[in-house]
């Protein structure tokens, strides 16, 4: 199917999608997206082994519906050019590599692995078969974490010193989240987030990762952790350091704080809010709000634009690479009770900018099939 992928790109066209995994963020979030991106993104096939899921979202979307076991032939299917993989952590090296070896492009949702050698198979994989591989960073579309980016590189607060996060929520009893097996804990979920925005901030890599993990004795963090800290050291000992929680109130926030001034956003990695700026300098606070948008249909579009016009996509594979070595790294350093040095990626990454930035109108809610949220 290879040569096929290629020959069905060109302009004015649309990319079909298969969506992999119909969990509660696919069907709240991705699979309404499309509305929002048809200029050039259309939704053909769903994948999931719950067949009154398949029944009633296939005759909802009119789509093609497959299961796990039809995966292959789900791949075949001559309009299907791209996959959205949003099927447990542990699983997303496996169909993203099965869908680059069919030729079909991979959009996968974060953390792109549970460690760095199933990172490699994943952009390895893709590189072969020439497929486009784009890593579901949504926030990289999204404008108020883009302007945070842009507030930081302009000097307004001086040179930047410190980042601090905290990213929380009550954690349902029994979601996938909480099972080690299928890729649970609080860094591969919610952590990444503040890793993720740490690196984009200060435009750097660490050096080097310390954490502490704490279980708070609840009967759901039997097999993950509760509560995890961090502290990243990156160059000119500039620090970033974060809290990410399975067993607290909701939280989203972030604040980098530099030689002359302060940013605060909060809520600041949400999807279904609007998020807000507060910038302080010279003790004179300033505040921006970014209205709630679709920031999923963000995704679609620009992956979609990337497989058209033959680009490479950032956030890429290496991108995701970044972020697991470090997740991996504070695991050690958690497990060690000591600090992990990290070494370099060997590759210098691109950092995302203004001009990825993407404006949709937020979507309605639809009714969910068999998915319970994350939270209660």
Do not use: W
Not at 113 to 138: F, G
Not at 329 to 348: D, F, H, M, Y
């Amino acid at each position: 199917m290879q040569a096929n992928a290629s020959s069905r790109q060109g302009a004015g066209r649309t990319i079909g999608y298969a969506v992999v995994g119909i969990g509660h963020i696919a069907q709240v979030a991705v699979l309404p997206a499309f509305t929002h991106a048809k200029r050039n993104s259309r939704l053909v096939a769903i994948v999931s082994d719950d067949a009154r899921k398949r029944r009633e979202l296939g005759r909802r979307y009119r789509v093609a519906t497959y299961s796990y076991n039809e995966y292959g032939a789900c791949l075949a299917h001559p309009d299907v050019d791209a996959v959205y993989i949003a099927v447990p952590n542990s699983l997303h090296a496996r169909y993203a590599v099965r869908a680059a070896q069919g030729g079909v492009h991979v959009l996968c949702e974060k953390p792109m692995a549970l460690d760095e050698d199933q990172c490699a198979s994943m952009i390895r994989a893709a590189r072969q078969h020439r497929v486009k591989l784009m890593i579901a960073y949504r926030l990289h579309f999204e404008a108020a974490n883009l302007r945070a980016a842009e507030v930081v590189r302009s000097g307004v607060l001086g040179e930047p010193r410190i980042f601090n996060s905290v990213f929380g929520m009550q954690v349902t009893p029994g979601d996938v989240r909480l099972r080690r097996a299928l890729g649970g804990g609080t860094l591969y979920d919610v952590g990444i987030y503040c890793i993720n925005a740490a690196r984009s901030l200060f435009r750097d890599e660490p050096i080097e990762v310390s954490a502490f993990a704490s279980h708070n004795g609840d009967r759901r963090f039997r097999e993950v952790d509760e509560m995890t800290s961090a502290i990243l050291r990156f160059r000119d000992d500039r620090l970033a350091c974060f809290t990410s929680s399975f067993g607290a109130a909701d939280v989203a926030a972030y604040e980098v704080v530099g030689t002359k001034g302060r940013l605060r956003v909060e809520p600041a990695y949400e999807y279904a809010e609007g998020l807000t700026h507060y910038l302080t300098v010279n003790g004179r606070e300033q505040r921006r709000t970014f209205p709630k948008r679709d920031q999923f249909a963000a995704e679609l579009l620009y992956f979609s634009d990337c497989i058209l016009h033959d680009r490479e996509p950032e956030p890429s594979g290496y991108e995701g690479l970044a972020d697991v070595r470090i997740i991996r790294a504070l695991q050690r350093s958690a497990a060690s009770r000591r600090p992990v040095k990290i070494r370099a990626l060997g590759r210098r990454l691109r950092r995302p900018s203004m001009r990825q930035e993407t404006h949709r109108p937020p979507v309605r809610k639809p009714r969910v099939v068999r998915a319970r949220p994350p939270s209660r």
